[in-house]
Nanobody, 115 residues
Framework: QVRLVESGGGLVQTGGSLRLSCEAS????????MGWYRQAPGLRRELVAD???????NYAGSVQGRFTITRDNAKNTVYLQMNNLKFEDTAAYYC?????????WGRGTQVTVYS
């Protein structure tokens, strides 16, 4: 059974930084592309960053230049470094595959940015 556990969220002032982590179990992690999604209240869940098995990353335009996705295959973990946070980054953040073949969602981690 695949399990995704996100952590690292919190309350941060605009311009601040956070580092999110997502530990995966039940999969052969180094064979799976991974991504970070976010969902703000009343909005659809959106993919903000993804990283393939070779370490190549893609970003949504809204986070390009501010967020960095990395992975540590030895730890079955994908990270999202978020810098220069903005109020509109406030959301619950989740990890999963950036494909249609999604795993069961984890509980996510809440990021709240205040001015």
């Amino acid at each position: 059974q695949v399990r995704l556990v996100e952590s690292g969220g919190g309350l941060v002032q605009t311009g601040g930084s956070l580092r999110l982590s997502c530990e995966a179990s039940g999969i052969i992690f180094d064979t799976v592309d991974m991504g970070w999604y976010r969902q703000a209240p009343g909005l659809r869940r959106e993919l903000v960053a993804d990283i393939n098995t070779r370490g190549s990353a893609n970003y949504a335009g809204s986070v390009q230049g501010r967020f960095t996705i990395t992975r540590d295959n030895a730890k079955n973990t994908v990270y999202l470094q978020m810098n220069n946070l903005k109020f509109e980054d406030t959301a619950a953040y989740y990890c999963n595959t950036p494909t249609d073949r999604l795993f069961d969602w984890g509980r996510g981690t809440q990021v709240t940015v205040y001015s």
